[in-house]
């Protein structure tokens, strides 16, 4: 029997299929990791052991009565920015402290229609908001390969928690790199969807031009099987795009031959972290090796102006969507003020965090009188360029390919003094969300940061076309069939 | 370009963020900081540039004008700090 937390969501299912493990011991399984290793990873913000085992109760006698489902009887770790029914949701924030949703996310759901098992709630960025789980209300998570150092975020829970085996996989959001740059910290598969391509109902919002939902997983092949899952039209999300779903694992082993791969030159700038270089240039060197059209000269020049129009748009947009927060239908409230708007000025001073304040700041900023045309619309017609330019690529270019992050995880308290310097982390996958493309971080190998460093985690992003998620899968999986990392696990 | 404590009070105004006096200090210095790297944006010709306000090619979604069910307000008010015969109360808005 092999280790039943190591496994995929693919050979999970073969077994449960077999009869050679129940979805109660896979649970369990999680469940014991969990106790034996979140004490030092501290992925799970709430734990829901009880549901766990129901759930999977539920599942084996699904399995009992022959029903099929890769995610039948899997155990997943959702994100704490998507409302789960009775279960609470803090969003990483002490103003939704005690909130439990009266609904589902449309994509725990679909999740928990398709039998999957949920182990807990995963530790975040206060309202998704940062690069390391530093922002969390709660406290930071650790990143499993080297305890000392981030493991990204604002998903870091989800990433870490797929890493340390705690749950085969796991759901996160990705707003401007929050998916794939903790899955590059931690090791672990990443995929940020279209915008569009699933549902945002039940996802507590950020900036809602670019949130989406997407999975963590240990193998592409399970990406492909929980986006299958996740993905498709939903009356409840008015940006929810229409048309039907293709089967995301029908192509995965299709190869690269002949695929035109285009490396953009403003992604690999001098000073990138020579490891994460040297990983990246392997990467694409395999990818070319299995027949892949590389060309590594292609321009996207407004790349440098990224940074900007997402911390103007995604900020302005979070200035309107937490004007929610205002201590009267629900979340922390302060009482004891002198008046209505006393109370709610004290109910977000005291409820929000710096982060998430300085956020809301700057987005009042941008969007206020005298200044709303040279920051909010300027970076809307700055977004236009920077689509087009992705647009004119993908003319030439089936995929791009880039890092996910400049650097491997940096140490915990090593950028909390300097918001600048944590917003330089998304500098690679921001764009990405500004465009509203689909973007994957897979492992691509390890580097140690420092003479005398542990060995961290380098993620490979492929970013391709919209709704062409098939053509970024069938990249990734040719990549990760040419290389060994995914059997290396975390020196817990 | 660089924010006087006044700006800062005012944003927090128009924000409805009640700061302490370190935090305007903060935000002061970091919010300069961050908007001067805005200024990367004057740089780019826009003349003429449509602004995205989001990539989906959707415009005014519609849904069936048909009724179906609420969540229940009871499960609902119950979040709430303070309700008074199934409405949100607050303290007077006019005093």
Known sequence: MPDLDALTIHESAALLRRREVSSRELAQAALDRIAAVDGRVRAFLTLTADQALAQAAAADRRLAQDEAGELLGVPVAIKDVLVTKGVRTTCGSKMLEGFVAPYEATVVRRLFDAGAVMVGKTNMDEFAMGSSTENSAYFTTRNPWDLSRVPGGSSGGSAAAVAAGEATYALGSDTGGSIRQPAALCGVVGMKPTYGRVSRYGLVAFASSLDQVGPFTRDVRDTATVLNAICGHDPCDATSAPGETPDFTAQLEAGVR???????????????HPGVRACVEDAIAALEAQGAAVDRDVALPSTKAALAVYYIIAPSEASANLARYDGVKYGFSYQQGEGMWDNMEKTRGLGFGPEVKRRIMIGTYALSSGYYDAYYLKAQKVRTIIRREFDAAFEKYDVLVAPVTPTPAFRIGEKTGDPYEM????????????????????????????????????????????????????AARAYEATASWAARRPPL | MALDRDAVTHIAKLARVALSDEEIELFRTQLSEIIGHFDVLSAIDTEGVEPTAQILPLQNVFAPDVPRPSLPPEEVLDLAPLTDDGYLRVRAVLE
């Open chain 1, 423 to 474: 917003y330089l982390n998304d500098v690679f996958t921001l764009p990405v969300n500004i465009a509203g493309l689909p973007g994957i971080s897979v492992p691509c190998g390890f580097v140690a940061d420092g003479p005398s460093g542990d060995e961290l985690p380098v993620g490979l992003q492929i970013i391709g076309k919209p709704f062409d998620e098939a053509t970024v899968l069938r």
């Open chain 1, 258 to 272: 002949g695929l035109r791969v285009g490396v953009p030159k403003e992604y690999m700038p001098a000073d990138l």
